[in-house]
Each structure stands twice: as C-alpha cells, then as structure tokens.
C-alpha cells in the first residue's frame, strides 16, 4: 500500500455549509456535492477499484478559482485530491471526505506555429491535443492512450510513442502554470523559479496544482504507425527486443502481449489466444518507415499488418468510456529481456483468469537517454526497458488477486534497475517510491517540496514528503 498520512475529513457542519455555499457563489465553475444530479458521474474514476465519495467536486473554470478552492481546503483541513483524466493507478484522482479539485473544463489550447509551442490546458487528454495537432502536422508525445489526462501524465514524465524520437513528454515541456499550496498563482520555466520547475518534470503532483503546461511542438510531416500483430513465442519476444533496440531513433514501439480481441482485422480462431500486438511509431518519410520495420515483420509472417501512414493520433487504439474496470499493474525497468525472461513473461499470461491481462514492454533509449539524469526528476535516463503486468477486472476481489498476479510476475524477472515509473507505481509503500529517485534526487525534491509545500497539503500523490 502507498501508505498516506490522512487528516480526519471535518463533519458537514452548519458553518462549513456555509462555507461551500460561498465558496461556490465565487468561482467561475461549479461546486457539486451529492445533492446534485451529476455528482456521482463526476466523482467516479476511470478505475472501479475505489468508490470515494467527496465532500463535493469543484469543477473549476480558471486557475483563480483552483487558487480560491485550495485556500478553501488548507482553512478548513479537507483533503485535496486533484483529477485531470482520473487514470491515477493509486486512485489519487478521488477522495473520501476531501475535495476533488476537478481540471477537465480546462482546455485552452492556444497553438504557435510561429514559434512552434503550444499552451495546453490541462484538463485535456492526451487524445485531444494529438488531434488537434495532427492538423498541423505537429506532435508532443504523450503516452499510448487517448483518454488519460495529460496533467498526471506529464507531471510523471511521460513514457509514450515518441520517447526515442523526440524523449519524455518532460522533454518537451517549456513552462507550467501551477497554483501553489500558498495559493500562488506562478508561470514556472527554466528561469523562473527553475527549482520548482525541475521538480514538476518528473515529481508528480506533489508540489501544487498546474493548470497549463507550455510544451515545444515538433514538425511531424511524416509517420507511419500501427499495430503488427505476431504470434506469441519466446523466440519472436526476445527477437522483437534485439529489433527495438537496434532500431533507428525514429522508431519508437511498445509491444503488448495479451490475449487476441475480438476485432475485425483478426481470425475468429485466434481470439483468446496470446498474440503479440506489437505497436509501431516511425516520425519520417514512408520509405525509410518500411525498411525500420522489415526486421520486425521478418520475425514471423505477421497474422495483421496495419502499420501504414497516416496521423500520429491513430496510434491510440478505440476506448469505451462505459468501462471501468478494476486495475491491476506492477512495472520494472530491465537491462534486457533475452529467451528465459521472453517464456517468463507468456507463461505468466497463462496463469491469470482476468478477461483483460497482458504484459508490455517498451524498449527505450533514443532521445531519453540523451537528457541528463539530474536534469529533470525523471530518474531513469540510461534504463533501457521497461516491462509491466497489467490485468483488467471487475471486482476489488478479483483486483487483489491480480495484485499477487502482477507482484510475482516483476519478482521473477532478472536483469532488473532499481525502481519504476512512477506513474505505473500502484500501491506499493513508501519503501517502493523511495526506490524510483537516486538519492540526490529524492533529497532535492524534499528540499523543493519543503519550500512550496511544507505542510503536505499536496499529498493525494505519489507523496515526497517535505525534508
């Protein structure tokens, strides 16, 4: 568990109803409590495994009201937990008794060609800007879907498509708008307050909350992507590897092995059965994309082959928003994944009843590993490999069963770095979060963390407490 100091949640008493009423007469967007018909549409979450009921949801309309909404909860000692996408595997996107800070009505975007950055609100998803910018033939890289928010997504670091082309979503990051726990209202960048700026790249939410991120764009004139689907054997895993890593830095990939779905571009006789859906992302001309991806389809004759040219948001496969599973996942970074860690890995498929479980694994490297490792707080530059276990249900019972699941799965694999993503990081202790910063970096983010939030009110996170 990622344990987190909690302040009892004040009764509703007749002051502090009071007190939220004119909190909401102020700001610009809506205070939702449960006496309002969208609340419990509001408070739920993208994951089902938590059903926290918050004293009310503010669905702010502008930094000044998040500004207005925080002195508001340090006043009155509520919890304070902070929602973009609501993605956050820890549930950090909800609270039991506190207030949800709600981004989602957030989404300015105000695109510079000229200048070729972009101001980006962040209650937007990851989906939202790529498309939007596909319009222009630019990119900021996010992660691998289109629902997740980019607020957590980016404060994290960012893993995504164009990780070896263009780095971390970090990497690309100019300036953030942030609402401190004093209040403040700052424009952070490398200048202006520059410690506080170097601690949002890769420390999570723990130091306020921002409500606009400036990003670089990239020209992408050219990209061919899309899923080649394999069959599941050691051999192609370990072969599929060697591929990445030798790979020309305009291809990024995530591979995905998992049970067949039932789509269309696939035959029926292989749905349910482990394949290897190999996600490939190349930023360049056509020509050059085939001959990165000969050595992959090389590997064995492909059951589907929809890598092809087109914009770089159909990368993002088809969500439903109806669903909201349970989810379970555990990730370490590895130094490589050979033929004994290959058959570990499909074996461990075998021995999971989720309807949903697969293993990823994202060969890095490229334009990460070229930043140094104190130049953000992303502490993970030179690891080459990232690999996770992931299972989707529909029961907190059946969550804690794939917790073990996933737990064993990261245990029996060797070669591993020290630490994880942090946002991948479920509840696993503070001894696990302590693990995925070197120490100059976790004693830095505690000096940070001291200065622009002494008193932990920022803690609904992948929680640094204040040195």
């Known amino acids: 568990m990622?344990?987190?100091?909690?302040?009892?949640?004040?009764?509703?008493?007749?002051?502090?109803?009071?007190?939220?009423?004119?909190?909401?007469?102020?700001?610009?967007?809506?205070?939702?409590?449960?006496d309002d018909h969208d609340y419990d549409g509001l408070r739920a979450l993208a994951h089902s495994n938590w059903n926290h009921r918050p004293l009310f949801v503010a669905r702010v309309a502008t930094a000044a009201d998040v500004a207005d909404?925080?002195?508001?909860?340090?006043?009155?000692?509520?919890?304070?937990?902070?929602?973009?996408?609501?993605h956050s595997v820890c549930g950090h996107s909800g609270s039991a008794g506190g207030v949800v800070i709600d981004l989602r009505d957030l989404k300015g975007l105000n695109i510079d060609l000229d200048a070729m950055t972009a101001w980006v609100g962040s209650g937007l998803t990851a989906g939202e800007v790529s498309q939007a910018l596909d319009q222009h033939q630019v990119v900021v890289g996010f992660g691998d879907s289109s629902s997740v928010g980019i607020g957590g997504l980016t404060l994290g670091g960012g893993v995504g498509y164009m990780a070896r082309k263009h780095g971390l979503t970090i990497d690309s990051l100019l300036a953030a708008e942030i609402v401190t726990a004093a209040g403040d209202i700052l424009v952070v960048d490398e200048t202006i307050h520059p410690d506080l700026f170097w601690a949002l790249r890769g420390g999570g939410g723990n130091f306020g909350v921002v409500t606009r991120f400036k990003y670089r764009l990239h020209p992408l004139p050219d990209f061919t992507g899309g899923p080649l689907i394999l069959p599941a054997t050691a051999e192609i895993l370990a072969g599929f590897v060697i591929a990445a890593r030798a790979a020309p830095e305009e291809l990024t990939t995530i591979l995905l092995a998992m049970p067949a779905p039932p789509m269309p571009f696939l035959p029926p006789e292989i749905y349910g059965k482990t394949v290897l859906i190999c996600m490939m992302a190349y930023a360049g001309p056509a020509d050059a994309a085939q001959q990165a991806l000969a050595p992959f389809r090389a590997l064995a004759t492909p059951i589907a082959d929809l890598a092809r040219p087109g914009p770089y948001s159909m990368m993002y496969l088809p969500e439903d928003p109806a669903m909201k599973p349970t989810v379970s996942i555990r990730t370490l970074f590895m130094d490589g994944v050979g033929l004994d860690e290959a058959a570990d890995i499909l074996g461990r498929l075998d021995r999971c009843d989720a309807p949903m479980r697969m293993a990823q694994v994202r060969v890095l490297g490229g334009a990460t590993a070229r930043v140094a490792n104190d130049a953000t707080a992303y502490a993970h530059r030179q690891a080459p490999i990232l690999v996770g276990f992931l299972a989707m249900d529909g029961s907190a019972e059946a969550a804690v069963r794939h917790d073990r699941w996933a737990e064993n799965g990261v245990a029996v694999l060797r070669g591993a770095t020290a630490g994880t993503y942090v946002n991948f990081l479920a509840d696993q202790g503070a001894e696990a979060l302590r693990a995925s910063y070197p120490g100059a970096t976790w004693g830095r983010l505690r000096d940070v963390k001291r200065r622009y939030d002494a008193a932990n009110l920022f803690r609904l996170n992948q929680n640094i407490p204040p040195a």
């Open 2 to 34: 990622n344990v987190v100091m909690r302040v009892d949640a004040p009764k509703l008493t007749e002051e502090l109803a009071r007190g939220i009423e004119l909190l909401a007469s102020r700001v610009k967007g809506r205070i939702v409590t449960d």
């Open 69 to 86: 909404v925080v002195d508001f909860a340090r006043r009155n000692g509520l919890e304070i937990a902070v929602r973009s996408g609501g």
